[in-house]
């Protein structure tokens, strides 16, 4: 395998047999509780009325975003987006608090109530397998894959392959490539048959969620400056106000103070 | 689905239970000595071993990942020409088989009543002796026909059939005809061959699916085949009358009637020797019997399939062109047992022949080799015994083509139960479980009843385990040494990546101590499975050592020397036999002719069974993994049928059949025939032995009839009709 700059995952809708291979590969190689899932399937289901019926699978984990919303959420900092692509969570930082579950637009990070306290691991997510990526292994959904609907490589190789398949057959392909643009680019990658939204995905701006978000956070400390110059201005202009007020008021009621002084 | 599945993690969950047996008895680690013996495993017990899957019978090559001497991933091998890298569902979960708690780890003997669940440890010598004595006892009051053996198609086959006949008995089970005898038997017909090989090239441009569902039912190279086919352009024509996972990715689907897929293929036969599409150089060179098959066929036009099919006749003719334009470059795909009725065997001699028709022979299709091969070597062993009984299963009295190592299951539990023309007295069960796996549980059931002795060799307490006098812990795959495997020009190693748990043994162990035992000892010369290893590679002139490390030795095929001169094939003629004179003389029609399907009442409905990713028959529903990622098992009926009946999805149902009552959840779908409701196989569990997969789902074989396709003793599953009411 060539070398690989920024590691992404290309998944290809029209090859999804949706037999869960990636998903029980991910169970054993992480080590996954029973309960617990890092890898989800959606999609259609079965649409239509039979025998004019339509079937569909996408499944995904952590994109990997290339602008995190999780981690600019995130208040301590347990969140890392490496250069070479993969967002990785520090569960020895976190303090539990949700807010990236709440600012991940694709629903991701998911909060395991009986480890919080014990095990000090509150969320759990997809790592992108450091342990087999960093060994010249694929990362393991990605290995099983037994039809090849996932894909594993550099991010621009695979951007340029997903755009060759959808311009060899343009017929087959919504045009487009999910996680290209969308929230600032991704590094899990999608095509499909199906439109991108009816298999789940939100529709996003190019621009990155979080490059707004943390724009407004940016503007925080000169915004509470200012609002407060701003308020500090006008109680300073009340209070001048009514201390002329009340001076003016002073001289026009002598008597009143008079009798307060009695 | 998560109602019985420990909160516990897995892994932990295994080494609890393994550590608790492991206590007891201080074996040398003999798999982590001969792995670091082969630079396998470093000085900590870490590394790769090279091994094959035996979660189906596809057998993927697969590498287990060792730490600490336990297996903790499994990944597709490469180098394995089933798997290329690849492992499918089931693969994957491979190591909560070996881990699973309720892995049966010791000999155990029964203590209460049949189907009580009660049993006591006992040593292996114990075991042992109690079962080498009971099989001699049956042997000397009753003659050695009276002891059964059936065990499910596997690596260690060879030395199992050595024990039967050693043994002397001719009664021998094997699931074959419990799923694909049709295919095979009219392959041998056809062909002179079991299954020919499907070659899934850059030319390929049409398959024809009738019922093989690709998609769900994973064979891993094969599926990865159909799906790059898929993705090349080359179109997908499917039959089934589901909409399944492989309909939804197939250019078209057809949602035949069930039992008519016979009169679809009999039609493309007329069209195409009507019209004169066929290869005609192929067919006059290396065929027989064209003028009977034509005559025949004659009369089975588009027009008149239309309406038994129900579909139209202009895209029966359309099919019919489209396969023939696109030849040779097509495939028209036996599958396992198309729509599964008593006439499917026609069904199957029709695609056989249609490949024929169509010129694809050494394009699409070709002969694959078998599992033997002839470059390796085996132990010595003295001839078999001359069994002169008469076979329980009417092999080949009853059923003349079917062939000896593939018998009829079914009939063989009948004959049991009926005691015609004898009483069997004893079974020895390896690897199968019979109880689930024949239709009409009840009365598979009554003929363990029927049995003074019954022992079942499995690595869980399956449900025939939970039935029987004796059970005897196998080594899982991951545990043990199986015999070689011929694929292409490798052979393949199934060796143990980890220390086998508990007291499990191997299958070539336990056989050689009862072949011993019974004073067969002569069937078995070898020394442990190592020596026997050793013996098979001895032609090839390599290592164990260099086997165990790479995971297969090359076996080079007897390599072609330029084109022959005429194609030939092991049939009585050496041609392809669109006639088979063989058929004919036993009595059978020598081309596939119409045989008209029962169809349910108005009131009743076809049942369907079919694979799904996520289980293999009847021996995977307790692995907790796969428990994880299945679908709640529900009765599939058609969304307006069930409104129709007042039903919706999640409604408890009564379904009944002529031979038993079931209670299960319906799910209301659009994906199938309103004629049709379907469960998924495999379900229902007796023995509370297996905690995951007991109470989960009903069990299809409680209320499955038993039919007999009379030709090539086929099972025919879809020909139980039932009916379905709110419980």
């Known amino acids: ?262 | 689905m998560t109602k019985t599945i420990s909160r516990r993690d897995f892994l932990k969950l295994g080494a609890a239970s393994a550590g608790a047996v492991a206590l007891g008895q201080m074996l040398p680690p003999q798999v982590a000595q001969a792995a670091r013996a082969a630079g396998l495993l470093n000085a900590n017990g870490d590394g790769y071993i090279h091994s094959m899957c035996e979660m189906c019978v596809w057998r993927c090559g697969l590498t287990a990942k060792v730490v600490d001497g336990r297996v903790v991933k499994l990944d597709g091998n490469p180098e394995h020409a089933h798997s290329r890298g690849n492992l499918c569902p089931r693969g994957q979960s491979g190591l909560m088989n070996t881990y699973d708690p309720d892995r049966v780890l010791t000999p155990l003997v029964r203590v209460g009543k049949r189907g009580e669940g009660k049993f006591r440890q006992a040593s292996w010598d114990e075991a042992l002796d109690i079962v080498a004595s009971n099989m001699q006892k049956i042997k000397d009051t009753y003659g050695a026909e009276a002891m059964v053996f059936s065990s499910t198609h596997n690596l260690s086959q060879p030395l199992f059939e050595n024990l039967l006949y050693a043994f002397g008995s001719p009664n021998y089970g094997t699931q074959r005809s419990l799923c694909f005898n049709a295919m095979i038997v009219s392959n041998l017909m056809t062909y002179g061959m079991e299954e020919p090989g499907r070659i899934y090239d850059e030319n390929l441009k049409y398959i024809l699916l009738t019922g093989r569902n690709l998609l769900e039912a994973i064979s891993t190279s094969e599926t990865h085949d159909l799906i790059m086919a898929i993705d090349r352009g080359a179109k997908v024509v499917y039959l089934d009358p589901r909409y399944t996972k492989t309909a939804s990715k197939a250019t078209e689907w057809l949602p035949i009637k069930p039992g008519m897929d016979l009169a679809f293929h009999l039609a493309l036969l007329n069209i195409i020797i009507s019209e004169k599409l066929y290869d005609k150089t192929f067919v006059s060179r290396n065929t027989v019997g064209f003028d009977e098959l034509k005559t025949e066929v004659a009369r089975y036009t588009a027009e008149w399939a239309a309406p038994l099919t129900g579909i139209p006749a202009e895209t029966i003719t359309r099919i019919a062109h489209e396969l023939a334009d696109a030849a040779p470059h097509v495939l028209v795909h036996n599958g396992w047992r198309t729509s599964n009725f008593t006439n499917s065997f026609h069904t199957q001699r029709a695609i056989s022949i249609l490949n024929a028709l169509l010129g694809n022979w050494d394009v699409t299709m070709a002969d694959a080799g078998g599992e033997e091969s002839g470059t390796l070597g085996a132990p010595p062993q003295p001839p078999y015994p001359r069994v002169s009984a008469l076979r329980l299963d009417g092999v080949p009295w009853k059923y003349p083509v079917v062939p000896l190592k593939i018998g009829v299951f079914q009939e063989l539990r009948d004959n049991i139960v009926s005691g015609d023309p004898y009483q069997a007295h004893g079974w020895f069960i390896s690897r199968q479980n019979p109880i689930m796996s024949i239709p009409d549980r009840s009365k598979t059931i009554k003929a363990f009843g029927k049995m003074d002795f019954i022992v079942t060799v499995d690595i869980i307490m399956n449900d025939t385990a939970w039935f029987s006098d004796v059970v005897l812990p196998e080594a899982s795959y991951l545990e043990r040494y199986d015999p070689l495997l011929p694929v292409g020009d490798k052979v393949f190693l199934r060796q143990p990546v980890i220390e086998p748990q508990g007291e499990a043994k191997s299958a070539l162990w336990i056989y050689k101590q009862l072949g011993e035992r019974l004073g067969l000892g002569d069937y078995f010369q070898y020394a442990d499975e190592e020596d026997y290893l050793r013996q098979q590679l001895a032609p090839l002139g390599v290592s164990l050592e260099e086997v165990k490390a790479k995971g297969y030795a090359e076996a080079p095929e007897t390599p072609h020397e330029g084109e022959p001169a005429e194609l030939s094939w092991n049939t009585p003629s050496g041609k392809v036999e669109l006639f088979s004179d063989t058929l004919s003389r036993v009595g059978f029609p020598g081309v596939p002719v119409w045989e008209e399907p029962p169809q349910p009442s108005e009131n009743q409905f076809y049942l369907l069974t079919g694979k799904v990713a996520q289980a293999t028959q009847f021996g995977t529903q307790n692995n907790q993994l796969l428990h994880k990622y299945s679908d709640e098992p529900r009765i599939w009926m058609n969304a307006q049928t069930a409104a129709k009946l007042g039903l919706a999805t999640d409604d408890w149902v009564e379904v009944s059949s002529e031979v038993g009552t079931i209670h299960t959840k319906l799910l209301a779908t659009q994906a199938i025939r309103p004629d049709c409701v379907y469960m998924t196989p495999g379900y229902g569990h007796l023995s509370k032995g297996l905690k995951t997969a007991f109470g989960v789902g009903a069990s299809d074989s409680a209320i499955h009839v038993t039919y007999t396709d009379p030709i090539s003793g086929s099972q025919a599953l879809s020909q139980t009709f039932v009916t379905v009411k709110k419980a």
């Open chain 1, 1 to 262: 395998m060539a070398e690989i700059k920024h590691h992404a995952y290309l998944f290809d809708a029209t090859r999804c047999i949706d037999c869960r291979a990636c998903m029980v590969a991910c169970s054993v190689e992480n080590n996954i509780p029973m309960d617990k899932t890092r890898i989800w399937v959606a999609g259609i289901g079965i649409k239509g009325e039979y025998p004019e019926l339509e079937r569909g699978t996408m499944v995904y984990h952590c994109m990997h975003c290339d602008h995190p919303d999780c981690m600019s959420a995130c208040p301590v900092g347990a969140y890392t987006k490496a250069e070479d692509g993969p967002v990785t969570y520090n569960p020895d930082v976190c303090i539990g608090c949700r807010y990236c579950m709440n600012a991940c637009p694709f629903g991701v990070p998911h909060f395991d109530y009986d480890k919080g306290i014990i095990d000090g691991a509150f969320i759990d997510k997809c790592t992108f397998c450091p342990q087999r990526i960093y060994n010249g292994e694929e990362p393991a959904c990605v290995q099983t894959c037994p039809t090849d609907a996932l894909e594993y490589g550099d991010r621009e190789e695979l951007i340029a392959k997903a755009h060759a398949r959808i311009a060899a057959h343009p017929d087959r392909y919504i045009d487009h490539v999910y996680g290209e643009k969308e929230n600032g680019g991704t590094s899990y990658l999608i095509i499909s048959h199906i439109p991108f939204s009816e298999l789940g995905l939100p529709t996003l701006p190019e621009t990155p969620v979080n490059e707004v978000s943390e724009k407004v956070m940016e503007m925080t400390i000169p915004f509470a400056l200012s609002w407060g110059a701003v308020l500090s201005g006008v109680a300073a202009g009340v209070h001048m106000y009514n201390k002329n007020k009340e001076e003016k008021e002073g001289e026009a009621k002598p008597e009143k103070k008079a009798e307060v002084e009695k």
